[in-house]
């Protein structure tokens, strides 16, 4: 389960954060661009998880997607390579706009490289991490994995940004497709034999199962515990696609390994350890001071300027949004019916991903443009991610008291129903 998701892991933050550095250093600083990007990945990821989440019910196997998907996914990795600017010129000599040109090639590869990728990890992953863990531990397993994605970020800012900051960005997406291609070989062998069986129900049933009013009516706590899990992520993705480019260029820190060194271990830390406080104190009970944590965060992040500020901020904002992702995804783990992990991944990637990644980085576009710092280089003028950024996810995760709330009216509900 380490093995696949911190791979995993590794090449989701290639895909989250240094697409958007390879975009916008090596072919434009438009925030426009980076926002599309991301809300394309976010369809595709969606939509790719909602087919293949059901298929994977149907056909009463995780195994091969995972192997398949990471192979894949690796090999599609691979092709960012070859793109650049002058690569696209020498194949369309005659196009008129190559910088235009040459982003779409980056979209549209993002886009082919998140299909597979939300195959193997997104849909066949996390189901099968569902079938295998149960409630009463679930809060630890979801520490884990929310500081999985921090690991796998320090693993590829102290071994390979290097290869970023010298502009050698074709070792670097080599490196990273072997890495998770590989990955693929190794599940082959390392995963057990499947006892799953095949779902009795036709694969349309299966996919289209999660959108059914019935559905929906019968499972209220589910449906709340994906609101909550959707507004939470469409926070971060209000500042997290700018973030690597706001503290490179706004605040200056060219060299920011210590930053993201001290700031990334200390959340994965404090994320193990809240999975122990969440099985202990549950999820509900810990949610308040979770989510004071990430907002008290997000404002000091916004006043941050000094190194140890930033560290100190960081650290308070990233650790707040790993506890409040993990107390969220183990209530939407909880709520999932049994032998229904499958189905259900499409539907919780639509409020995890598609609309957090659709929504958030347009928020945070919209109040870079219109605080209209810039800088110019070489006599290009380019567009700076501003601070306000973290106020405007601070004022959407705030709104994740609502169905917090609510979730929490209604377990009280259910235990004095069972007492009564």
Request: proline share 4%; charged share 10%.
């Amino acid at each position: 389960m380490l093995v696949f998701g911190l791979a995993g892991q590794i090449a989701w933050v290639v895909e989250n954060m240094y697409f958007n550095v390879f975009l916008y250093n090596t072919v434009s600083t438009d925030p426009a661009l980076i926002a599309t990007m991301v809300a394309a990945s976010a369809v595709v990821a969606t939509l790719t998880t909602l087919l293949m989440g059901a298929l994977s019910d149907r056909l009463g196997t995780r195994k091969v997607f995972l192997t398949a998907g990471y192979i894949l996914w690796g090999l599609s990795t691979l092709s960012f390579s070859w793109i650049s600017v002058d690569n696209v010129q020498g194949l369309f000599p005659t196009a008129r706009d190559v910088v235009l040109l040459t982003a779409g090639i980056v979209i549209l590869m993002d886009c082919v490289m998140t299909f597979f990728g939300s195959a193997a990890n997104d849909a066949a992953f996390n189901a099968y991490v569902t079938d295998v863990t149960e409630p009463k531990t679930r809060g630890r397993v979801e520490g884990v994995l929310a500081a999985l994605p921090l690991f796998a970020m320090l693993l590829v800012f102290g071994a390979l940004d290097p290869l970023t900051q010298s502009g050698r960005w074709q070792l670097f997406f080599i490196l990273i497709g072997i890495v998770t291609a590989l990955t693929g070989v190794v599940g082959i062998f390392l995963i057990p034999r499947e006892t799953r069986r095949p779902s009795s129900e036709p694969w349309s049933q299966n996919l289209l199962h999660g959108f059914k009013p019935s559905t929906i009516l019968g499972a209220k706590d589910l449906y709340l515990a994906l609101l909550l899990l959707g507004i939470i992520s469409c926070a971060a993705q209000v500042y997290m696609p700018y973030l690597i480019i706001y503290i490179q260029n706004t605040l200056g820190y060219k060299d920011y390994t210590l930053i993201l060194a001290t700031v990334l271990l200390g959340a994965a830390a404090v994320s193990i350890a809240a999975g122990r406080l969440i099985d202990r104190l549950g999820k509900l009970a810990l949610y308040p001071a979770a989510l004071l944590m990430g907002i008290a965060g997000l404002v000091a992040m916004y006043l941050a300027r000094g190194q140890a500020a930033v560290i100190a901020a960081g650290l308070l904002m990233m650790a707040g949004s790993l506890v409040l992702t993990a107390i969220a995804a183990g209530l939407v783990k909880d709520a999932i019916p049994a032998g229904m992990a499958g189905r259900f991944q499409g539907i919780r990637m639509i409020f995890m991903v598609l609309l957090p990644m659709v929504i958030g980085p347009f928020i945070g576009s919209a109040l870079i443009k219109q605080s209209g710092d810039v800088y110019e280089e070489l006599g290009v003028v380019k567009q700076l991610p501003t601070a306000a950024i973290f106020l405007g996810g601070a004022a959407v995760l705030l709104v994740s008291f609502l169905p917090w709330l609510w979730l929490r009216r209604r377990a009280g509900k259910v235990m004095h129903d069972t007492e009564a």
